[in-house]
């Protein structure tokens, strides 16, 4: 009998507040530290499937922009701290400048951040690249890395690695070339 098909009920109606959108922000703001970009993009994915057809599109952006100019004001999301933060991990695990920079214009970081943190790492250590290369040897096992006998056979192999990780080729080829006392030295002091 055909009274027994049930009727699925619309989606109930969303009424998005300031403060319901701004608590869900900040949780994530807790849990992954994004950059502004991040956020908004996580906020409109989640808010636009959620609204029904009577939140308009225009709506939840424009709240979406209050938020995050009021959690921006507040401190809780800062993209210049990101920058920072984002790249000093980065040198640490042994990645080049042209990486970490490609990196924060992935996450949308403004020109004028990158360019400050991309400065302060060459006021650092001028030779961050050369150090961040060596570690990326040791990380890979490649170059003044590799058993003596295997270096000149996997030259082309491991340059074109430390290329493709954004080394320039003088550095690379700076790293390629050092003696093997010398790179064990300098993996003593990283």
């Known amino acids: 009998n055909l009274t027994m098909i049930p009727i699925r009920n619309k989606r109930k109606t969303l009424q998005v507040t300031v403060d319901e959108m701004r608590n869900f922000a900040l949780a994530y703001v807790e849990k992954y530290a994004p950059s502004k970009q991040q956020l908004k993009i996580y906020l409109l994915k989640k808010y636009m499937k959620l609204s029904s057809s009577d939140v308009r599109k225009k709506d939840v952006n424009k709240l979406i922009d209050i938020v995050l100019s009021d959690l921006e004001k507040n401190k809780f999301i800062n993209d210049q701290f990101y920058s920072e933060s984002k790249a000093k991990s980065m040198i640490r695990r042994g990645n080049s400048i042209n990486k970490i920079r490609n990196y924060l ?65 003088e550095i690379s080829k700076k790293v390629m070339d050092i003696e093997k006392d010398e790179y064990l030295k300098i993996i003593n002091l990283l």
Do not use: M
Not at 140 to 156: C, M, Q, S, V
């Open 105 to 169: 214009i992935g996450k949308g970081i403004q020109d004028s951040f990158i360019k400050e943190t991309v400065d302060k790492i060459k006021e650092d250590n001028s030779d961050q690249d050369f150090f961040s290369a060596i570690k990326l040897c040791k990380k890979k096992r490649i170059g003044p890395a590799r058993i003596e006998d295997n270096r000149a056979l996997f030259y082309k192999k491991d340059i074109s690695l430390l290329a493709r990780n954004g080394f320039d080729f």
